[in-house]
């Protein structure tokens, strides 16, 4: 995902993503306390692998950025990063 100015207006800003593009209105479905709340869960894990010595992948900080942007539910975020070639058997 990345952020770029939108054409709509200055200083409007869009989501862009591979199967849609996201703009403010669309990442508005959940509430700033839940966005809040979800940071504060990502910041967590992150702090966790940081501690055990690892850095988290790119390719997981977006399905970070999208679960906490509400793009998708933990359960969905949990089944991408399963999924994920990062995840090592």
């Known amino acids: 995902m990345t952020f770029r100015p939108g054409a709509q ?11 849609r593009i996201m703009n403010v209105e ?6 700033a306390s839940e966005r ?8 967590f894990a992150r702090g966790n ?8 992948p790119e390719e997981i900080e977006r ?10 539910d933990s359960d969905e975020l949990t089944a ?3 999924r ?3 995840v090592q058997p």
């Open 9 to 19: 207006s200055p200083g409007h800003t869009t989501l862009y993503r591979k199967d």
């Open 49 to 56: 692998v940081r501690h055990e010595g690892g850095i988290l």
């Open 36 to 43: 809040t709340r979800r940071h504060r869960e990502v910041d």
């Open 80 to 82: 991408a990063i399963l």
């Open 63 to 72: 399905l970070n950025a999208s679960y906490i942007a509400g793009d998708i």
């Open 26 to 31: 669309t990442i508005k479905q959940i509430s």
């Open 84 to 86: 994920s070639q990062t």
